[in-house]
């Protein structure tokens, strides 16, 4: 693993178990332009849960991100605050319209018969908006997630091998059987503390500095701040801080920071944890009286029905195929090429993109027109993922400034 910045030496004389810890630490610190994208679906809260500064023993980054790895918490329950914070332009509710008639799929609104109560439908509402979610784990095989939201509330239920959605608005039922040894139930976005700290540390280089930050009290509970910052120029990203449990070594709190300066763009964290183990009838559940029950099986065939809705599908597969990355660590950069040799924006002959062109027009009022030795196109800019399309209908994106797009297209000229 490459050398972490730390305020603290590192003590001599350690053993085979602790470098075995480290390894394994490994798995959980990742380059910056995975976390831009990951940030994009989820988050942010004011401010920590609780004021105070405890008295902690001091600890080095490495330390500190072995306690995360060996975290071995199985019995949770909690209150979660969400927001999310891109500084996106107001559409009026066009977006939501957009994805819904995009997908196709169950939940969707389409030409699908789907559930509203489907997990990979509902979730979504995660990515925009204010939230808050209660959980609750015992072990491997029980876990709930609820959203609640304007007096309704959203189950995703885990137990044993039955997976239940529940949309009390709808009053609707999702039903999935979990395959053996399933750990959860599967979720679209990350939705809590640990999700986030998973994804933002899975590997650590030399273009990243790892600090430990002071510590803190979250939800009542004492924590220590692993700051996480890169030492390259042109990221939008200023830091990543997770708190960490001081007695558990669990995340109970992410938050994210743009290098502009300003609120969090991810911030999302417990105001209430336990780590008792839950009551068992927390994951019970039984379809209420009236519900309109959809089984999973019966969701997937009504996803494939349109057939629209399988070629755009398959249209967007032959487009991604062409991904690849440029660039290191905080500045990567994801880069592929439509095919749409008119532009993308404009809908013209080659990217068979259909109604795209109108829409095209309208969502290129949104953004920067920029020149360089590759041609012309627009940046679409958030606080932290930016997006270069070139008229010719290449595409870079990456959580780098405006600036450096335009250099990794001239270079790829």
């Given at each position: 693993m490459?050398?972490?910045?730390?305020?603290?030496n590192r003590?001599?004389g350690?053993?085979e178990?602790?470098?075995?810890?480290?390894?394994k630490a490994?798995?959980?610190?990742?380059p910056?332009a995975v976390?831009?994208?990951a940030?994009a679906?989820?988050?942010l809260?004011?401010?920590?849960?609780?004021?105070?500064d405890?008295?902690?023993?001091?600890?080095?980054?490495?330390q500190?991100i072995?306690?995360?790895?060996?975290s071995d918490?199985?019995?949770l329950s909690g209150t979660?605050?969400i927001n999310?914070?891109?500084g996106?332009?107001?559409?009026?509710?066009?977006?939501?319209?957009?994805?819904s008639?995009?997908?196709?799929?169950?939940g969707?609104?389409g030409?699908?018969?789907?559930?509203?109560?489907?997990?990979?439908?509902k979730?979504?509402?995660l990515?925009?908006g204010?939230?808050?979610?209660?959980?609750?784990?015992?072990g491997?095989?029980?876990?709930?997630?609820s959203?609640?939201?304007?007096?309704?509330?959203?189950?995703?239920?885990?137990?044993g091998?039955?997976?239940w959605?529940?949309?009390?608005?709808?009053?609707?039922?999702?039903?999935?059987t979990a395959?053996d040894?399933?750990?959860r139930?599967e979720?679209?976005?990350p939705?809590?503390?640990?999700?986030?700290?998973?994804?933002?540390?899975k590997?650590?280089?030399?273009t990243?500095?790892?600090?430990?930050?002071?510590?803190?009290?979250?939800?009542?509970?004492d924590a220590?701040?692993?700051v996480?910052?890169?030492?390259?120029?042109?990221s939008?990203?200023g830091?990543i801080?997770?708190?960490v449990?001081?007695e558990?070594?669990?995340?109970?709190?992410?938050t994210l920071?743009p290098?502009?300066g300003?609120?969090?763009?991810?911030?999302?964290?417990f105001?209430k944890?336990?780590?008792a183990k839950?009551?068992a009838?927390?994951f019970d559940?039984?379809?209420p009286a009236?519900?309109?029950?959809?089984?999973?099986?019966?969701?997937?065939?009504?996803a494939k029905?349109p057939?629209?809705?399988r070629?755009a599908?398959?249209?967007l597969?032959?487009?991604?195929d062409?991904?690849?990355?440029?660039g290191?660590?905080w500045?990567?950069?994801?880069?592929f090429?439509t095919g749409?040799?008119?532009g993308?924006?404009?809908?013209?002959e080659?990217g068979?993109?259909?109604?795209?062109?109108g829409l095209?027009?309208?969502?290129g009022?949104f953004?920067d027109?920029?020149k360089g030795d590759f041609g012309?196109g627009t940046?679409f800019k958030?606080?932290?993922?930016n997006a270069?399309?070139?008229?010719?209908?290449k595409?870079?994106?990456?959580?780098v400034?405006?600036?450096?797009l335009?250099?990794?297209?001239?270079?790829?000229k």
């Amino acid at each position: 693993m490459a050398p972490i910045d730390s305020d603290d030496n590192r003590t001599a004389g350690e053993g085979e178990e602790q470098r075995a810890g480290r390894r394994k630490a490994a798995r959980y610190v990742v380059p910056v332009a995975v976390v831009g994208v990951a940030a994009a679906t989820i988050g942010l809260v004011p401010a920590l849960a609780d004021s105070g500064d405890p008295d902690l023993p001091k600890v080095t980054a490495e330390q500190l991100i072995e306690k995360i790895a060996q975290s071995d918490v199985q019995q949770l329950s909690g209150t979660v605050r969400i927001n999310t914070d891109l500084g996106l332009p107001d559409l009026g509710g066009l977006e939501s319209g957009l994805m819904s008639g995009m997908s196709g799929g169950p939940g969707s609104g389409g030409d699908g018969e789907g559930s509203a109560a489907d997990p990979s439908a509902k979730l979504t509402a995660l990515v925009s908006g204010s939230h808050t979610l209660r959980v609750a784990a015992d072990g491997p095989d029980r876990q709930k997630l609820s959203l609640m939201e304007n007096a309704a509330e959203y189950s995703l239920i885990h137990n044993g091998k039955d997976v239940w959605g529940y949309d009390s608005q709808s009053n609707e039922v999702y039903h999935s059987t979990a395959p053996d040894g399933a750990e959860r139930p599967e979720k679209d976005v990350p939705a809590t503390p640990k999700d986030f700290a998973d994804e933002a540390l899975k590997s650590v280089d030399d273009t990243t500095s790892v600090t430990v930050g002071g510590t803190a009290q979250v939800a009542g509970r004492d924590a220590y701040r692993l700051v996480v910052e890169p030492k390259q120029d042109g990221s939008t990203v200023g830091a990543i801080t997770v708190a960490v449990d001081a007695e558990t070594g669990t995340p109970l709190k992410f938050t994210l920071t743009p290098a502009s300066g300003g609120a969090a763009v991810v911030d999302v964290g417990f105001t209430k944890v336990s780590f008792a183990k839950p009551d068992a009838s927390t994951f019970d559940f039984t379809p209420p009286a009236g519900a309109k029950v959809t089984e999973a099986d019966e969701a997937g065939a009504a996803a494939k029905a349109p057939e629209q809705g399988r070629k755009a599908e398959g249209d967007l597969a032959k487009e991604m195929d062409g991904l690849k990355v440029i660039g290191e660590g905080w500045n990567s950069i994801a880069t592929f090429d439509t095919g749409a040799r008119g532009g993308l924006l404009t809908g013209a002959e080659g990217g068979d993109l259909g109604d795209l062109g109108g829409l095209g027009g309208f969502l290129g009022s949104f953004g920067d027109q920029v020149k360089g030795d590759f041609g012309s196109g627009t940046v679409f800019k958030t606080r932290l993922v930016n997006a270069l399309i070139t008229d010719d209908g290449k595409v870079y994106a990456g959580a780098v400034t405006k600036d450096a797009l335009v250099k990794a297209a001239d270079a790829a000229k």
